[in-house]
């Protein structure tokens, strides 16, 4: 079809120019939303007892806390430089490559033994992080704001589709009564999301997105550099990660040793609470939640230093239009930011 002349040119639709236009509907509504869906989808579940409709109450129930955090950060892209779809890319592609990835690594090289949760949190660290810098690498804005909003979009990913297997391992390991604890367990990672991966992966994001947009010439596109900070953030939240996974076993292990019983790491901690008194049921549950809590806080505490570095960062307007001359866009049209 052609225009008449003197007629304005047609726009052509393109992905990247909707997604511009997208809107967050409040973090708020998304959490409220999801939660009554979620829940109209157990009550019915529970009602029919119809398997059928187990899959939504594992996906809605798995995906309401990362979804919101998320939409939370559509709020607050102003002034990034990054589009909605950088947020969908990295919460579903590179949740999705980093689960996968991490997946594979810890089937065929890491065995069995009280070290291995800390093994896991280096895998599963590095691999989400390798998957940021793949889904990034188009990004040309790249300091410490874009990797805290990057990193917990993938991290939220990769706790989403983590949690949906979790969910269902719970499903069919538990075939009595399998409704209950699959809730329970959506209800338990649920209200952890954020302090889990979203903010480990953030924590990562922040160091390396700074270490790679540090000491460049100007008009120079950014490269990833691993420098002795973003190592030793790699490690920190690995350490974190493991302690975090470690933690009930750990807990169950004071829990024996002040009550006067002997510890073997190696035996699985689901058989020390089989076996455990009232007490050490207790004394268990204190020591696991009090751990939890002092890693979120020291991980925390590190993302609000991170926050301070990066309300400090406030990128030139002829530096990104340089940035984005590299990217092969026009520097005179920057893309629009969501408000």
Known sequence: MTSEPGSPAPRRFSLQSASLRLRSPGWERTLLVGAALWLGAVVTTAMTRDIVLVPSVILLGSFLAPVTIA???????????????????????????????AALIETYLLGT?????????????????????????????????????????????FAAFESAGYAFNVLISNAQAPLEPMLETQLLRGVLTPFGHALWTAILGA??????????????????????????????????????DSM??????????????????????????AQATNLQAHLTALFDWTGLVIISAVALFV?????????????????????????????????????
């Open 248 to 273: 009930q076993g750990i807990a169950m292990g004071l829990a024996l040793v002040l009550t006067g019983n002997q510890w073997n790491p190696s035996i699985p901690v689901s058989t020390y609470l």
């Open 207 to 244: 160091v390396l997105f700074q270490a790679a947009g540090r000491n460049r010439r100007p008009g120079e596109f950014p490269h990833w550099r691993i420098t002795f900070p973003v190592i030793g953030t790699y490690l920190l939240v690995s350490v974190l990660h493991g302690l975090w």
């Open 71 to 101: 939409a939370y950060e559509l709020e607050h892209l102003q002034g990034s430089h990054l589009s909605a779809l950088d947020i969908v890319r990295a919460f579903v592609v590179g949740g999705v490559i980093g689960m996968l990835a």
């Open 113 to 157: 033994g009280p070290l291995k949760y800390f093994g896991v949190g280096l895998v599963e660290e590095g691999t989400k992080a390798i998957a940021l810098m793949v889904v990034a690498r188009h990004v040309a804005t790249r300091n410490t704001r874009t990797g805290l909003l990057l990193g917990a979009a993938l991290g939220c990913g």
């Open 303 to 339: 993302l609000h230093l991170l926050r301070r570095k990066a309300q400090a960062e406030v990128p030139h307007p002829r530096e990104h239009g340089r940035a984005s001359a590299v990217c092969g866009h026009s520097p005179t049209h920057t893309r629009p930011h969501l408000r």
